[in-house]
C-alpha cells in the first residue's frame, strides 16, 4: 500500500492499493514556475468506513488531475490524504491563471456558404452569429472533405479558483462510494453526514459548497484528544498542524504507527509473544484510526481447544483483534487491541475488550461443542430446506449438478482424482448448516475441512471441500489438490450458468453474485493447472442440468444463453491475458479463433506477442491480410484444394510449405509449443510472396482460379492455427 501520488504535466491516473487513503508526493518537471499558488482541500464527515477509502482516494487523484489538465492548469505536485473523519487533497505549483489561447472552429463547407453571386448564404451568417465574429474576419481552411469555412477564436483564461469552484463539489458528489446515506431533515446525499469543508487557494479561503456546508479555512483535531479547530493556510502546513492535533493524515504514517504500536504491546523485539500481523488488517484497522493506541489482552486458556481459526476469525473480524503467538508458532491465550485514543488508564480499556472478546469466544464455543455432536455428512438431509437462489432451488439441488459436473470434469484433467472430487462433492456445502458458519460465513469451507478430518474422512477430501471456494479473492490462493481444483471449477460454471439462467448477469453497477470473480477464477484454475479442456461442452451440461426456466414466459432459447455465458468467461480469459503484458489487438486475434481453450488461448497469445515485437512481423501479418483479402474477394474459403491444377513454381513450393506445416502442425499443438509453430508459420511469408510476385490469381480460366484462390485458403489456415492475423495492427 503506497501513498498516492502525482504530477501535472499529464491527466494523471489512478495508483495505489485498496484502502488507501493518503497520497501523492512526485515533483513536476520544471518545479513551480511563476504565477503558481498552491491549493488545500478538507472534507470533515463523520466516520467513513475503512473499506470505502481506496477508490476514493483513487477517484480523486484521478479526477481532479484530468480537470485541471483539461483547463489548462498544470500543477508540480498532487497529494492526497485520508483518515476515519476526513479526505483532502493538496496541489502545489498550480498555475494561478489558464494562458489565453486560441483555437481554430471549423464551419459549413465551402459550397454552403455563398450563393451564385457571391452572397453569405444563412449558413455562413448563422456560423458568424455562433462565433460571434464579424463575417469578413471569417476564412477558408482546406480540410480532407474539401474547403470549409473557419474562425479563429480566441480563449481568455480564467483564474484557477473559479475552475476550483466549479469542479471540486462536482469531484466530491462523484466519490464512488458504495453506499450512501441522507441525515437531517435535508435532501443531501452522501456517504456520511458531512460537518466541515476545508478550502483555501494561496492563503485565503477559496468559496465554495457542497451538500448545504460552506468552505472555510478550519479543520479539526482528534475528536477526544483535540476536538479544537485547527487553521490551515496551504498544503504544505496540512500534515504538520493536523499532527500537532493527534490527526495522523498520511496512511503510510498512520500504518507504521498501527505496527510499532502492535509490536510495542506485545511486548517488543524481546518477548516471547509475536502478534499476527495479517496485512488486510493492519490496511483496515490503519483506517478506522487518526492515532493508534495498542493494547494487549488475554483470555482465559480454556479456548485454546478450539480450532485456531475459530478464534482468530472471532479476534479479526468481529473485533479486529490481533491474535497473538507463541515462539513455537502455537496460539497463545492473548490478543492485541488498537484503539483510536490513549486513555489515562489504559488497564479500564484492556478490561474492557477482554471482557468483549470473552463473550464473543463463548459464543463461538457453545456454536463449535454443538456442532461436534453430528458428524458433517450428517447434515446433507438438511440442504434441502437451505436455498441457493430463490428461482434456482435449493443447496442439494446445487450439490446434485456439482456433483455431476465435478465427475465430467474430473474424467477428462485428473482422472485419479474423480472419487475424492466426489466424495468432496456430497459434503462442500453441508457446513453451512453448521453453527461455526452461521456465526462467522467467512469460515464456510474452512469448518467443513475442519469437520471432515474430525470425522475421519481423508485428507484430500477435507482439503477439497476448503478449496472449492478458492480463489476468494482477487490475486487469493488457487486450489493446490486436483480435487479442489476438478470442485471449484463445477460450483463456479454451475453458479455463473444459474445466474444467466435466471436473468441475473452482473451489471456495469452491480455484481451481487460475484460472477466475474467467480469466472476469473475458474479461467486461473485451468491456466494454473495446465489443463487444456474447453469451458463449452461444461456451459452446455449445467444449463441442461438446470431444468426448465422458472418463468416460462421469460424463457430465452439455450443457444442464446450458452453463447453470453462463454462470451463472460471469454471476457474474463482476455482480461488475464491482457494483464500478461499482451497487447488487446494480439488478444483479439486469438481469442476470436481459440477462445473457447483457455490455457492454448493465453500461450498463443504470449507467443504471439512475443513474434510482434521482432522486425519484419509488420510485414508477416500484412502478408496474410492481403491472403485474407484475396479470399474474400473471390469467396474462397469452401473451396477444395486441387494440386493437380497448379503448375507453376511459385504455385508448387507454396503448396509444399503449407503441406509440411500443416503435417507438423499436430506435433506442436499436442506439445503447446505455439512458439515453435508460429516460427514455421512465420516462414510461409517468403513463398506467399513469391507466389503473389508470379501467379495471377484472377486468372481468366475459372478452373485456374479457383485453384489459386483453394491454395490461399489453405495458406490461410495454417496462420489461423495461432490467431486470426487479419485483426492485428500494423500501422
Known sequence: MTDQTKAGAAPPAAGGGPGSSAGSASEGAGGEAAGTVDYILELGVE?????????????????????????????????????????AVGVWGLAAMQPDVSEEVTGPPLSSAFDANGNPTKAAAGFAKGQNTPISEIYTVQTPKGPYLAVTRKLTGKPCGEILAAAVPSILGQLPFPKVMRWGAGDHVF????????????????????????????????????????????????????????????????????????????????????PDLDPELVDEVANLVEEPAAVLGGFDSQFLDLPLVVSATAMKEHQRYFPVMDQQGRQAPSFVAVNNTRARNMDTVRRGHERVLRARLEDARFYYDDDRKSPLASRAGGLDAVVFHRKLGSYARKVERVAKLAADIAQECAPDARDTAARAAA????????????????????????????????????EAIAEHYLPSRSGGPLPASPAGAVLALADKIDTVCGCFFVDEAPTGAADPFALRRQALGAVLILLDRGWRMSFEPYVERALAGLGPHPQPEKARPAREIRSQ?????????????????????????????????????????????????????????????????????????????????????????????????????????????????????????????????????DDPDPDLKKARVALLNRAASVFELIADFSRISTA
Not at 466516520?47 to 483539461?70: C, M, N, Q
Not at 462467522?440 to 469451507?445: C, D, I, R
Open 565 to 697: 455465458v462463454l462470451d463472460f468467461f471469454n471476457a474474463r480469459l482476455k482480461t488475464h491475458i491482457l494483464a500478461q503484458g499482451v497487447s488487446p489487438d494480439s488478444a483479439e486475434a486469438v481469442l476470436s479463433l481459440h477462445g473457447a481453450f483457455p490455457l492454448a488461448s493465453a500461450q498463443r497469445a504470449v507467443a504471439l506477442e512475443a513474434l510482434k515485437k521482432r522486425e519484419g512481423f509488420r510485414d508477416l501479418a500484412q502478408t496474410f491480410k492481403r491472403v485474407v483479402n484475396i479470399i474474400k474477394k473471390f469467396g474462397g474459403r469452401e473451396l477444395p484444394l486441387c494440386p493437380g491444377s497448379l503448375s507453376l513454381d511459385a504455385e508448387k513450393k507454396l503448396l509444399e510449405a503449407v503441406t509440411a506445416i500443416d503435417s507438423e502442425s499436430p506435433g506442436y499443438l499436442a506439445d503447446g509449443n505455439f512458439t515453435g509453430l508460429l516460427e514455421r508459420i512465420a516462414s510461409l511469408k517468403a513463398p506467399v510472396d513469391a507466389f503473389f510476385e508470379d501467379v495471377l490469381v
Open 191 to 274: 456517504v456520511r453526514p458531512v460537518h466541515w469543508l476545508l478550502s483555501v487557494l494561496d492563503g485565503e479561503v477559496l468559496p465554495m459548497e457542497f451538500v448545504g456546508v460552506k468552505a472555510g479555512r478550519v479543520s479539526y483535531g482528534h475528536r477526544f484528544l483535540s476536538p479544537g479547530a485547527v487553521l490551515v493556510s496551504g498544503p504544505g502546513e496540512y500534515a504538520a498542524r493536523l499532527a500537532e492535533a493527534h490527526v495522523l493524515v498520511g496512511f503510510e504514517e498512520r500504518r507504521r504507527a498501527v505496527l510499532e504500536e502492535i509490536k510495542k504491546a506485545a511486548g517488543g523485539a524481546n518477548s516471547d509473544l509475536e
Open 47 to 87: 466516520e467513513i468506513p475503512a473499506g470505502y477509502f481506496g477508490k476514493a482516494v483513487e477517484f480523486i487523484i484521478d479526477r481532479l488531475g484530468r480537470e485541471l489538465s483539461s483547463a489548462r492548469l498544470p500543477f508540480s505536485r498532487m497529494e492526497v490524504w485520508g483518515g476515519p473523519r476526513r479526505l
Open 427 to 462: 459434503l462442500c456445502k453441508c457446513d453451512l448448516l453448521t453453527g461455526v458458519v452461521k456465526e462467522f460465513p467467512s469460515l464456510q469451507g474452512v469448518m467443513g475441512r475442519e469437520y471432515a478430518l474430525m470425522d475421519g474422512e481423508p485428507k484430500e477430501v477435507a
